[in-house]
């Protein structure tokens, strides 16, 4: 039975994940780019049906990426320090990618929407397009292991672990579908590309601050 005592303990980790992923979000990338694509060239439906497969390949590596952390956590006692270790400069780089990114100009939707097939597929065919995008793309792995390190502390519970995956996996779905339902209009697209070097800057603060929070706490 979980205590109110052990939800007090984890929670502010797990909330910390949360952000961390919600932030992340916002960073243009190739799943972001792509649904802005589909979304303003395909209309609403196929923005939608794309989000959903990227929200499901999200949710399925951070499942994978919990139970390897899991097997690796029992075998290795100190394998949790390496992980975090690792994820600490692995959002350090991302801060320095953010940053660069915040003095460059910003790509457009017309140019991700030109990379896409323009040929008419089903409901099914985005969603799988959408699946493959993190499935095949080995940041998202990584992003992954620097995200459960963050809320998944050494000698937590395994629904510690759960919450995370379960609540990014939400957050990732409900995100895109918000997305997928904005960049169907020309108007949100433009605001958007407006504001890329205010948004890349700030994740640049979040994701060093985070980083350096992982690799000097103890």
């Not at 975090?84 to 910003?106: E, N, P, V």
Request: charged share 10%.
């Amino acid at each position: 039975m979980i205590s109110f005592a052990e939800i007090g303990q984890y929670l502010p980790g797990i909330l910390l994940s949360y952000a961390a992923l919600l932030v992340g979000l916002i960073s243009p990338g190739p799943a972001l780019l792509g649904l802005m694509g589909i979304s303003l060239d395909q209309g609403r439906r196929a923005g939608q049906h794309f989000a959903l497969g990227i929200g499901t390949g999200s949710f399925s590596i951070g499942l994978l990426t919990l139970t390897g952390l899991s097997a690796v956590l029992a075998t290795y006692a100190d394998a949790m320090t390496a992980i975090r270790i690792f994820g600490g400069l692995y959002l350090l780089w991302m801060s320095h990618r953010a940053f660069r990114t915040a003095f460059c100009k910003a790509p457009s939707a017309q140019t991700s929407a030109a990379a896409l097939d323009a040929a008419q597929i089903s409901g099914r065919g985005y969603y799988f397009r959408g699946l493959g995008l993190p499935l095949t793309n080995p940041k998202a792995i990584l992003t992954w292991i620097a995200i459960i390190s963050i809320g998944f502390q050494e000698g937590a519970p395994l629904w510690v672990g759960a919450a995370i995956v379960i609540g990014c996996g939400l957050i990732s779905t409900s995100t895109h579908l918000l997305y997928a339902t904005a960049f169907s209009t020309a108007p949100a697209i433009s605001i958007y590309r407006r504001a890329a070097s205010w948004i890349n800057g700030l994740l640049g603060v979040f994701f060093a601050a985070v980083g350096i929070r992982l690799l000097f706490n103890r």
